[in-house]
T-cell receptor, first 116, second 113 residues
Framework: AQKITQTQPGMFVQEKEAVTLDCTYD???????LFWYKQPSSGEMIFLIY??????QNATEGRYSLNFQKARKSANLVISASQLGDSAMYFC?????????????FGTGTLLAVQP | DAGVIQSPRHEVTEMGQEVTLRCKPI?????LFWYRQTMMRGLELLIY????????DSGMPEDRFSAKMPNASFSTLKIQPSEPRDSAVYFC???????????FGDGTRLSIL
């Protein structure tokens, strides 16, 4: 079974609108972390936002917020007020467990295109 | 602050040659990761180190691949001999501890002819 599932290979959004990128995960470990990364066409991987499994509130970082629904095992990324520079591939990732284990499992990514 | 530094940025070589990729993690980070990204397989973890010690190398494809971390500020990923199917972007990432995000270098785009 896939540990991280991103069901949207590609998405379009109009500039200045909000967009939600889906991510579901599968783990039986009560302690885990969820991450979103952005990869623009230039190729670098940019960390966006983190949500811990025990965090009470949804994470927010500027225009990025994470819609964390633990019972549904989903951690969707919401980008508000889209900008042309948001066009990129977006990856959801999960870390299972605590301590020395810091291994991330990545989803297959969603390609977002922001249209003017 | 300097991020994760990888070299070279691009490498083109003929099959059979030895390839060495280099990585300098962010100062103070105690975990280092090597990933490979291809269109077919996405982003795969090859190996990771914690406090310079290899913790999990189950992602290393075969014996042609080896990685070392002789000290806290340097790691290498070596492919010998290289094959065309090794062509990919290789990323190095580092993090401070298990609850902190991994910060990636700009990657090495490797082409084996």
């Amino acid at each position: 079974a896939q540990k991280i599932t991103q069901t949207q290979p590609g998405m379009f959004v109009q500039e200045k609108e909000a967009v939600t990128l889906d991510c579901t995960y599968d783990t039986s470990d009560p302690s885990y972390g969820l991450f979103w990364y952005k990869q623009p066409s230039s190729g670098e991987m940019i960390f966006l936002i983190y949500q811990g499994s025990y965090d009470q509130q949804n994470a927010t970082e500027g225009r990025y917020s994470l819609n964390f629904q633990k019972a549904r095992k989903s951690a969707n990324l919401v980008i508000s007020a889209s900008q042309l520079g948001d066009s990129a591939m977006y990856f959801c990732a999960m870390r299972e467990g605590q301590g020395a284990t810091n291994k991330l499992i990545f989803g297959t990514g969603t390609l977002l295109a922001v249209q003017p | 602050d300097a991020g994760v530094i990888q070299s070279p940025r691009h490498e083109v070589t003929e099959m059979g040659q030895e390839v060495t990729l280099r990585c300098k993690p962010i100062s103070g980070h105690n975990s280092l990761f090597w990933y490979r990204q291809t269109m077919m397989r996405g982003l795969e973890l090859l190996i990771y180190f914690n406090n310079n010690v290899p913790i999990d190398d189950s992602g290393m494809p075969e014996d042609r691949f080896s990685a070392k971390m002789p000290n806290a500020s340097f790691s290498t990923l070596k492919i010998q001999p290289s094959e065309p199917r090794d062509s990919a972007v290789y990323f190095c990432a580092s993090s401070h501890d298990s609850n902190q995000p991994q910060h990636f270098g700009d990657g090495t785009r490797l082409s084996i002819l």
